[in-house]
Each structure stands twice: as C-alpha cells, then as structure tokens.
C-alpha cells in the first residue's frame, strides 16, 4: 500500500477514505483535539479507554459542524436474538447518517512488537466491531462505521525505543486494512507516565505514547 511510506514518521499523519463520502475533516479534528489536550495537562488521565476515545472522536464530529451523540438506546439483533441495547456513537456529518462502534486494541510494546502482530490485534478487534454494527443495522438506518482505536503503551524505561514502536503500531493498524486511517502522538505525551495494575497486582508505569485509529464503513441489509 502506497500509504505505508508513512510509517517512517509518525510527525506525517494520514487521513484516507477508500470510498464514500470524506471524512478527512473529522480526523484532522481528532488528531488536533489529541493534541491540544496533552498540550494541556501537566498530569493527563488515562485516555486510553474506549469511553474516552470515543468521546474524543465525537467532539471533532461537533468541532467539523456535525452532530454526535455517544452511548444512544437502538434495537439490535444478534443471530436469532432481538432486544435493546445501545449505540457506541451515531453522528450526522456531511449529510449522511453514521452508526458506530467501537473497539479498542491496547498495543503494549512488551506483548505485540511487530506490525504483523498489531496487524493481527486489530483486524480481530475490527472484526468484531463490524459485527455489531451489523446487530444495529438491521434495525437502524444509516452508514455503518467499525472504529478501531488502538492505544500505544510502553514501559517508560523504554522511551527510547518509542518512535519506532510508534511506527509499528501505524504500520499494523494499516496493515489490518478498513477505509479510515488517522493517528496521533503527541511530543508531550513521552514525558507523561500512567501507572497501571497488571492481573499480577504488580503497578507498572507506561508511557501512553499516542493512539492510533482504522475504520470500515459496514453495510447490511436492513429489517423492518
């Protein structure tokens, strides 16, 4: 893929769409609320969480002149089953309706190194979002969206080794495919660690270095 000439900087950032309508503006936004953020806070929380990245990703929905609205009641059908559940996201942006799920793919530098193995994180984690847009879709006009965001960790002993963590984790989310590329990294990000209780009970630090984004627009037949 001609874009993967971007991993040899994470300063370039790529915003593509394979097909259908732009949505450049929305993760230009994105990267730039990322940025303000980390810019902004001397001791950043952890906004490596789905909640918090799917928030981030509606407010540059509002920040592009779109509507968002996170966490909405919709009916859903999983196999043979139908009931209420809810919508990680629905937006309006460019005159198209969009119902959204997220997924979240935490890429800890000391469990998946290599972008083959991001790669293969990621497309499960995408894989599974597609499915349950599908569960809304049925039900629920609109432009089906599976987000991936996937959260770059690493031990902050190991700064030194981050930009070319950094450039394995965009090169995995690329490899992984779908039709909506985007990430940031923040240079104040490195100089930020957040401790995390691993099942050990053991806390570690890690350096949330800066995230990166894939989306597949999904499509179904809809049910009355």
């Known amino acids: 893929m001609e874009e993967l000439e971007a991993r040899a900087s994470t300063k370039d950032r790529l915003y593509s769409l394979q097909h259908g309508p732009s949505l450049k503006p929305v993760l230009k936004e994105w990267t730039s609320l990322v940025n303000e953020y980390m810019a902004c806070q001397r001791r950043p929380h952890r906004w490596n969480t789905e909640k918090t990245e799917v928030g981030l990703f509606a407010s540059a929905i509002w920040r592009s002149g779109g509507t968002a609205l996170e966490q909405l009641s919709a009916r859903k059908t999983q196999g043979s089953r139908t009931g209420t559940g809810r919508e990680d996201l629905w937006f ?133």
Not at 114 to 137: G, H, N, T, W
Not at 149 to 176: D, K, Q, W, Y
Request: hydrophobic share 45%; with cysteine; proline share 3%.
């Open 92 to 224: 309006h942006y460019d005159k198209k309706d969009y119902i959204v799920e997220a997924n979240v793919a935490w890429i800890q530098d000391t469990l998946l190194r290599s972008p083959e193995k991001i790669e293969a994180a990621v497309r499960a984690r995408l894989a599974q979002a597609s499915v349950d847009v599908r569960s809304s879709l049925r039900h629920n006009a609109g432009t089906g969206l599976a987000l991936v965001f996937a959260p770059c960790l690493f031990e902050h002993e190991r700064v030194a080794g981050a930009e070319a963590f950094a450039r394995n984790s965009i090169e995995g989310t690329m490899l992984a495919g779908g039709d909506v590329h985007a990430w940031a990294f923040p240079d104040e990000a490195l100089g930020h660690t957040i401790p995390i209780v691993g099942q050990n009970g053991v806390e570690v630090h890690y350096i949330h270095a800066g995230t990166a984004l894939v989306g597949s627009l999904v499509d179904v037949e809809r049910r009355r």
